[in-house]
């Protein structure tokens, strides 16, 4: 084990001078980094930060010279050697035994034919020339490390086998195999619970302690850079706007830019509640099942919402809230009657019991119960147009509608969303993920629904699209009087918006209460839990 290196060392493990990154296609250029430069002592926390599309991940992976159709310029000095200059075979040195990288999505970055021991070994047996069986027990004792359950059962398991939270440490016991002196991690926890984002950054920051290997930490999670990085780095359209210690950067921004970002923090902007509003959705004892196969003749129930009560008034907010795997979403498609389950208890819309109506009953309330889901990209067809998308649900609903009358009502709504009518004629793939967020509450508000079920709407954005999209849905509520279900991990962005919160654990409903008041005294530990550093 290497004995810790202090950050303030004179001679930087890592310098990029000048760096420059265009990809060559087509017999043109596009730069995407632009001279920028960073430096990292031996045993330095550092962290880059921006938006998406701003450079990040091409720069780290640049270090790796993982970019393809390339062109690099400026220098990569690692422990002295410019990475830029090094042949091919070099690089493989490089790569995995003295920097070695966390990527952001491991179920993409892991090999799914292999098993996940298999793979941990392939770069010990790579750089370090041992033998199959020592290479086994290094990755045993590497996922053990990780914290991994069940170190000697999970080496034989496929990443699909893994839920996110391990794939993730058992990426990290990947990069760690050789002992690297640099670790990139790149968004190491987009897209994990709250609870498991800690575990992992602890779990990051023990590792780092005890090895002392220096860090770069790529993310847009600003609370995370604040929490683990001693220096941040901030990008913008491939150029570093401004550096330096990370409290003295997030205290005392200099660019407009970090500002921004500083200031894109969810803030609270719904409206008081009406504590006469009448119920617009009630649940009770509402449970969903789903038979699951176990061989070619056996079968088990799995239980995903157990005996869930909820009430939802006129022009509020409901948020639920709970880790992976707690029910959340199944919850949402079963009060819109959308899960394929089992479900049996009471759903009431309006006053009207709705659990027992046939699909032709339920047509006609349809229009009035609408749901945005949480991955655009995958929810809105790649082969039509933002008319035709936005269109379809009135074609349906309301079929008395000339096609004249449908185009305008579309564009005012996506006027009303901050599109408007220039982009009718253009396809999703031309849209950055914020914009087909917006398409998606479109389609979703064009016909006037009276309830809309959100399910992770803003997971996946920038926290300054986050807070424009937060702030176009509590005005959408404010002119038109919608209700929300509002189903995320992510515990701001509820106190920002909900007016009333539901915790789920385990597919039940563990703690309910008014949103300041819940997060001001969680009773149960498990909302403690969530609510940390909230």
């Known amino acids: 084990m290497r004995e810790a290196v202090r950050p303030d060392a004179a001679a930087p493990l890592l310098a990029v001078e000048a760096l420059t990154v265009d990809f060559v296609g087509a017999g043109a250029a596009t730069r995407v980094v632009d001279g920028i430069d960073f430096r990292i002592a031996p045993g330095e926390k550092f962290a880059l930060v921006g938006e998406s599309g701003s450079g990040k991940t091409v720069s780290a992976l640049s270090l790796l010279r993982l970019n393809t159709d390339a062109r690099y310029g400026g220098r990569i000095l690692f422990e002295g050697r410019d990475l830029l200059a090094c042949s091919e075979r070099e690089m493989r040195g490089v790569r995995g035994r003295d920097i070695a990288m966390i990527f952001q999505e491991p179920m993409s970055a892991l090999n799914p034919l292999y098993p996940i021991g298999r793979q941990i070994c392939e770069a010990i047996e790579e750089h370090e020339g041992l033998t199959r069986a020592q290479a086994t027990r290094r990755a045993v004792e590497l996922l053990a490390r990780t914290r991994v359950p069940e170190p000697q059962r999970r080496f034989a398991s496929f990443p699909h086998q893994l839920s996110g939270g391990q794939r993730q440490r058992a990426m990290i016991a990947m990069a760690l195999a050789c002992r690297p002196r640099l670790l ?122 157990r005996e869930v009560d909820l009430r939802l008034p006129r022009g509020q907010t409901l948020g639920v809230v709970g880790e992976s795997g707690s ?192 997060f001001a005294a969680p009773r149960e530990a498990y909302t403690r839990e969530l609510c940390r550093n909230v």
Request: proline letters at 5%.
């Open 327 to 518: 029910g959340k979403t199944t919850l949402g498609l079963a009060l819109l009657r959308l899960a394929r389950s089992e479900t049996t208890g009471e759903i009431r819309f309006d006053g009207q019991r709705i659990d027992a109506l046939r699909p032709r009953a339920l047509r006609g309330l349809r229009r009035r119960m609408q749901i945005v889901f949480q991955d655009p990209f995958n929810s809105l067809s790649p082969r039509r147009t933002v008319l035709q998308i936005v269109e379809e649900g009135l074609a349906l609903h309301r079929p008395e509608l000339s096609a004249g009358a449908r185009r305008d009502a579309v564009v005012a709504m996506l006027e009303e969303v901050g599109l408007g009518a220039a982009t009718l004629g253009r396809y999703p793939h031309e849209f950055s993920g914020g914009q087909r967020q917006r398409v998606s509450i479109a389609r979703a508000a064009v016909l006037q629904p009276e309830l809309i079920v959100l399910d992770e709407p803003t997971s996946a954005l920038d926290v300054s699209v986050q807070q424009q999209v937060l702030q176009l849905l509590a005005g959408l509520q404010r002119r038109h009087g919608l209700a929300y279900v509002f189903i995320t991990h992510d515990l701001e962005v509820i106190r920002a918006m909900a007016h009333h919160v539901v915790v789920m654990k385990d597919g039940r409903i563990v703690e309910a209460g008014e949103t300041e008041a819940l």
């Open 184 to 305: 990139v991690a790149d968004e190491p926890t987009t897209a994990l619970d709250v609870t498991i984002q800690r575990q992992i950054v602890a779990l990051l920051d023990e590792l780092q302690r005890e090895t002392g290997m220096a860090v770069l930490l790529i993310t847009h999670d600003l609370p995370l850079v604040r929490s683990f990085a001693g220096r941040v780095a901030v990008m913008k359209d491939g150029r570093i706007v401004e550096q330096g210690a990370t409290a003295e950067v997030f205290a005392n921004p200099r660019s407009d830019y970090t500002r921004l970002l500083v200031d894109s923090r969810p803030r609270r902007s719904v409206a008081a509640p009406d504590p006469g509003a009448p119920p617009l959705l009630e649940a009770r004892a509402l449970s969903c099942s789903f038979r699951i196969a176990r061989g070619w003749f056996a079968a088990r129930r799995f239980e995903a919402v």
